[in-house]
């Protein structure tokens, strides 16, 4: 299965700043998914990224807030625009391992975000 | 777009118990189903995948869930519970290779001595 790493793992930020967070992975896979977990709260898809064309966003999410990239098949990035304190959130990356197909997906750690 | 029921937020159960999670999901149409559980400060991490076949399915650390159609549903179950189970638990329902997940709100299990 794949195996995915995120960084930063936590972050502190100041209101109005802005963060990205890097998703890896260990073998190339077509399709990334980027969640928001909310405290005390359940996962929230916020975009698919696809490598080599624009992601797609679910609603209630925007690219000018969330740009994302996909520039190969095993690394992607989030960025979380002019943070507010609503920002606060768990950012989780997954993947589609299309070794083993069926459409499971696999979680990497994800980046604990705080901000003041 | 599916939904994803989770009735209970919260599960207290002693140790040694057996313990029930439950997951009710909204569609009829073919769907994948599986439970991931999040340790404290952690990832998710699969505990099990229905997918097609049997209903009755075994995943990690002793714990299965049985998938039943007719009442979309799809609970966790294991005979005996340790201290180290305590975690969130996530049931997600997803319609197929390609298709975002869907996740219920989680229940919270406390495993207690």
């Known amino acids: 299965s794949a195996v995915i790493s995120q960084k930063p793992s936590r972050d502190i930020c100041q209101r109005g700043t802005s963060l990205t967070i890097q998703c890896q992975v260990d073998s190339q896979v077509t399709m990334m998914f980027w969640y928001r977990q909310q405290p005390g709260q359940s996962l929230t898809l916020i975009a698919t990224a696809n490598q080599g064309s624009e992601a797609t966003y679910e609603s209630g999410f925007v690219i000018d807030k969330f740009p994302i990239s996909r520039p190969n098949l095993t690394f992607s990035t989030l960025t979380v625009s002019n943070m507010s304190p609503e920002d606060s959130s768990i950012y989780l990356c997954s993947v589609e391992d299309p070794r083993t197909g069926f459409g499971e997906q696999f979680f990497g750690p994800g980046t604990r975000l705080t901000v003041l | 777009a599916q939904s994803v029921t989770q009735l209970d937020s919260q599960v207290p159960v002693f140790e040694e118990a057996p313990v029930e999670l439950r997951c009710n999901y909204s569609?009829?149409?073919?769907?994948?189903l599986f439970w991931y559980v999040q340790y404290p400060n952690q990832g998710l991490q699969l505990l099990l995948k229905?997918?097609?076949?049997?209903?009755l399915v075994k995943g990690i650390n002793g714990f299965e869930a049985e998938f039943n159609k007719s009442q979309t549903s799809f609970h966790l179950r294991k005979p005996s519970v340790h201290i180290s189970d305590t975690a969130e638990y996530f049931c997600a329902v997803s319609e197929g290779t390609g298709n975002q997940f869907y996740f219920g709100t989680g229940t919270s299990l406390t495993v207690i001595p």
């Open positions: 229905y997918l097609s076949g049997s209903t």
């Open positions: 569609s009829s149409v073919s769907v994948y």
